[in-house]
């Protein structure tokens, strides 16, 4: 099982949409809305680096999602 927490900046009057989507997405255990740099955190488990990498990309084409980062846990 492979770990990430995904960062990201969305358009703030997106916010609760791209919430709603995230939460209805395989392999998003959890994600919250957060203050500081970042806008929302979400946390992906997968079967390898490659399905966060996928994960990573469906969210980045999620409508009002600006940037994200992806920290894997090591």
Known sequence: MVR????MKVIPIRL???L?????M??????YPV??????VCF????SNED?????AEINRIDGVR????LVEA
Do not use: H, M
Request: proline letters at 0%; aromatic letters at 6%; glycine letters at 8%.
């Open 20 to 24: 709603e989507t995230l939460r209805g």
């Open 52 to 56: 966060v990498a996928r994960i990573s």
């Open 35 to 40: 203050y500081g740099r970042f806008d929302i």
């Open 16 to 18: 609760t949409k791209v």
């Open 67 to 70: 940037s994200t980062e992806t």
């Open 4 to 7: 990430a927490c995904i960062l």
């Open 26 to 31: 395989s392999g998003v255990a959890k994600c």
């Open 44 to 47: 992906v488990e997968a079967e």
